[in-house]
Structures are given as structure tokens and as C-alpha cells.
């Protein structure tokens, strides 16, 4: 099924979303997020899905995805009862897959999607879907947290760093080439020496969060 284009305007408060949530936690608009720091912000517990294996009916399932050969197929999900959220990450995926499953499942949140996973009565995981149009809105959203424009930007113009900056921001090098391409900062060249890769203040989001209808 094709998924509808994103609202007008999405793209734009998604970059602002990710300046938002990094003043919160005391960083530029162009330095490092890390998921698990943003997660922790907003008191969502991260946890390896195969901890979750006793609290499911799908405990052999989780096993083939966590060891066996379905290991590609989940990245990770949400877990919520009313407002609480849990996430589940596999823990057999790279680091920087990890990240970026953290950042779509916190995109969900941010973006305030309806919840996919249920806690049933009797305390077991049970499950349900985002629709294709939330995962397409997380999956960009979770790219633009992870790499902003500016920090797009960074990447595009120190390809002499790019080792140091990967290291830095934990991701993945598809993931560094998908953001400097839609962002349009290509092509990389040299630039301004990158300054401080520490966290600091200074940076604002200008405007409020995007309307969503429905």
C-alpha cells in the first residue's frame, strides 16, 4: 500500500523537533543526540527485547529474532500502558542500528502517534501495528534526530573526519549518506574546522511543534 505524502510542513518541524529536544538536554543543533539520553529525558526505559521473552506468549519467537535467523526482521518496538512506554531493542544489531531503532521508536513519541504495543490484563505482551503512514513519519523523523541539517552539514563538509564524526554521533554509514543526501548538503567538501564536540547551550528551536490533524 503506498503511503500518503507527508503533511505540509512535516519535514520543517521535524528538524525543529530535533533543535528542541537537544536544548533539552543542554546541546547545539548540530551536536551528537544519543537516543538512549533522550530516552532517559522523557522516562522511557530502553531494554534488550530478549529480557522480554517472559513476559510473552511469543518467548520462542523472540528467541529466532534476537539469535536465530529472523534477526533482521525487528529492529525494535514500543511497549505502553496509558502514558508509560517501554522500549525493546535487539541487541544482537549494530550499535548504530540500535540508535536508530531507539530514535523511530522515540520519533512514535514525539511525533505523538497512537500506540503500537499493548500490555493485556494479565501482564503479557500482545501486539498491533502502526499504520504505513506513521512508520514512513517516524523513519524520517528518527533520521532527522539522529543527523539535523547542520549536523548534515558537518559531515558533508569534513570528509576528513567523517571516522570521528561517525564515532561521535553513533550511526550508521547509511545513515550518514541518506541525511547528507535529502538534506541537500552535498556534495562533501572541506569546510570550517569542526569546533567542540562536547554539549553546550545556546540553541533554540524557532517555532512550536507541527499541528497534526486526525
Not at 529480557?51 to 529472523?70: I, N, S, Y
Not at 512506554?85 to 542500528?97: A, D, E, K, M, Y
Request: glycine share 10%; hydrophobic share 40%; with cysteine.
Amino acid at each position: 500500500m503506498a503511503v500518503p505524502p507527508f503533511p505540509h510542513g512535516f519535514k520543517t518541524a521535524c528538524e525543529a523537533i530535533a533543535v528542541e529536544e537537544r536544548a533539552i538536554l543542554g546541546l547545539r543543533a548540530w551536536q551528537p543526540l544519543h537516543p538512549l539520553d533522550l530516552a532517559a529525558e522523557h522516562g522511557v526505559p530502553v531494554v534488550p527485547i530478549d529480557e522480554l521473552a517472559p513476559h510473552t506468549r511469543l518467548a520462542g519467537t523472540v528467541a529466532h529474532l534476537v539469535h536465530g535467523p529472523g534477526a533482521a526482521l525487528l529492529s525494535g518496538f514500543t511497549v505502553c500502558r496509558g502514558t508509560r512506554r517501554l522500549i525493546g531493542v535487539n541487541p544482537s544489531h549494530t550499535p548504530g542500528r540500535q540508535s536508530s531503532s531507539v530514535a523511530h521508536e522515540l520519533a512514535h513519541l514525539l511525533l505523538e502517534h497512537a500506540p503500537d504495543q499493548a500490555v493485556a490484563e494479565d501482564g503479557l505482551l500482545t501486539r498491533r501495528a502502526w499504520t504505513p503512514q506513521a512508520e514512513a513519519e517516524a523513519n524520517w523523523c528518527a533520521g532527522v534526530l539522529l543527523i539535523p541539517r547542520p549536523a548534515a552539514l558537518r559531515f558533508a563538509r569534513n570528509p576528513h573526519r567523517r571516522e570521528e564524526l561517525q564515532a561521535s554521533y553513533r550511526v550508521s554509514e547509511e545513515m550518514i549518506d541518506y541525511r547528507v543526501n535529502v538534506t541537500g548538503a552535498g556534495p562533501r567538501r572541506p569546510g570550517p574546522p569542526l569546533t567542540d564536540l562536547g554539549p553546550g547551550r545556546g540553541a533554540t528551536a524557532s517555532g512550536g511543534r507541527m499541528a497534526r490533524d486526525g
